[in-house]
């Protein structure tokens, strides 16, 4: 979706804010003992209370309404009976439509208390994230997201998970460009059109180097194993920079 009218931007700019609105909801609410499917049950009465629809269910028929994903798993987790636990990593990503427009966000929390090294990935988690939204911008290339995200978890230890990318979205879950790769990439020569939605959403990892489904048809672990956080903003390129939709209020 490229944005050409202020009324598609005030439609990205709803949606954005209640996925947003929803993510956090649900961040607040979690706690041990909680099951995924009472999380994501939260996370549904949000959506549904701010006339949205779930993505992920509407468009792929994935059984829930947000992907809620612990510790081992690092994307598209299945909301079931798996039981939250203190010290846990738990990745929260809920994308939803209303009115014709879609949003994406994404975040992974602690259950506290946890371990040093995991406030240490998860604060490099969202620093990538971060790092990334700063090379969006009209007329600049696509490639330097990857190259900056790349440059900064190489340099702090990290490696990238490079099968999960970000991607454009807006008038559907995922559209043009398909594939925006959240690490460094040779030949890469697109330019980022003025207008221009999409995510950016890097996968920090303590040594994986892609994302495996094992059996399920969704839930997807890091391969070879290891930690691994998201975080995920949906963003407008204009001539100023990024302009990050998915921000709570």
Known sequence: MTITHEDEL???????RIVANTMQTMAKAMEPG????ELDLIGRDYLDAHGAE?????????????????????AHGIPGERVIAAGDLVNIDVSASKDGYFAD??????????????????????????IGIAQVGAGRPLAGIGRAIEAFSSKRGYTLIRNLASHGVGRSLHEYPETIPTWAVKG?????????????????????????ERGDGWTLYAEPAAQAVQYEHTVVATGRGALVVTLPG
């Open 10 to 16: 005030e439609g990205l700019r709803v949606i954005g």
């Open 34 to 37: 909680m099951t995924t499917a």
């Open 54 to 74: 779930p993505a992920p269910e509407a468009v792929y028929g994935f059984p829930g309404a947000t992907c809620i994903s612990v510790n081992e798993e690092i």
């Open 105 to 130: 966000t994404g975040a992974t929390f602690r259950v506290k208390p946890v371990a040093a090294s995991l406030d240490r990935l998860c604060r490099d988690g969202r620093r990538a994230m971060q």
């Open 188 to 212: 890469e020569r697109r330019r980022i059109e003025k207008g221009l939605v999409f995510t950016v959403e890097p996968f920090l990892s303590t040594g994986g180097l892609w994302a495996e």
